[in-house]
């Protein structure tokens, strides 16, 4: 077997190869909560070696067979945590049942925003999410309201997690480098998590909003059909980059009660 595994572009893999940066992500982890940490898409195991010194139980989930014959060969201490699946198909209470389990990698780019969302869906067993993003990803995902990146993966993701941007880096780490550089951000479970308005219409309040951004409440709500009183409220004169996630729950609040 070669001792090296090919990078693969539909794959959207980016080997990191940088034994300080792996250190550095694996200690981004808090320890709290949980006692199972899942990596996702750990290729040559560079980040695996350090999480198998953590006091947790680690798993890989990697969808490369090549990848997975490799850390067989030099990581026996994963012996039956290996995931061989799809991150985004798997159903993850077949190997937690209803654990709480922390979510950590440098994850493939092409996959890395779907990786978030499921993460959001399951929400009530992992209380940490930490890794590596695209920059500009993992700046939109921790951007405070007011900042030309917040939307909508800024505002879903910050209803239930506190979200903190922590390092940048650079290209020259991975093989083969990427074109641009890469942030690593952590994402910590909100003591409360539930929302204190109906889900489904928040998304959907939240998602209408920002698919016309430069546009008012006022007018990218309008398929809402809210009445002329509701409408006079000071927060449809804003555009969404402009409204908290606090400013969301309380709108999506007000659509709900609204009588027209």
Request: with cysteine.
């Amino acid at each position: 077997m070669s001792d090296k595994v090919r990078a693969k572009k539909h794959l959207g893999q980016h080997f990191l190869k940088d034994e300080e940066v792996a250190q550095r992500i694996a200690d981004t982890l808090t320890l709290n909560h949980y006692k199972n940490v899942l990596e996702i898409g750990p290729g040559m195991g560079v980040l695996t070696k350090y999480l198998l010194e953590k006091p947790v139980t680690t798993y890989v989930c990697e969808i490369d067979t090549e990848s997975v014959a490799y850390l067989k060969a030099h990581y026996l201490q994963l012996s039956n945590k290996i995931l061989e699946e799809d991150f985004l198909k798997y159903d993850l209470k077949k190997t937690f049942k209803d654990e709480p389990f922390a979510i950590i990698g440098n994850f493939p780019y092409n996959i890395s925003t779907q990786i978030v969302f499921k993460t959001l869906e399951m929400r009530d067993q992992i209380p940490e999410f930490s890794g590596m993003f695209q920059k500009e990803v993992a700046q939109r995902i921790c951007a405070p309201h007011g900042n030309k990146t917040y939307g909508i993966l800024s505002v879903l993701t910050q209803a239930f997690y506190d979200a903190e941007y922590l390092f940048t880096v650079p290209p020259n780490v991975f093989k083969p480098p990427p074109k641009v550089d890469s942030g690593v951000m952590r994402l910590i479970r909100k003591e409360n998590y539930t929302l204190p308005c109906e889900e489904k219409l928040f998304f959907r309040v939240v998602k209408t909003a920002f698919q016309q951004r430069r546009k008012t409440l006022r007018n990218s709500l309008k398929t809402f059909n809210l009445s002329d009183n509701l409408k006079e409220d000071t927060i449809f004169g804003l555009r969404p980059e402009q409204v908290s996630v606090q400013g969301f729950v309380d709108l999506t609040i007000k659509i709900a009660n609204d009588s027209i």
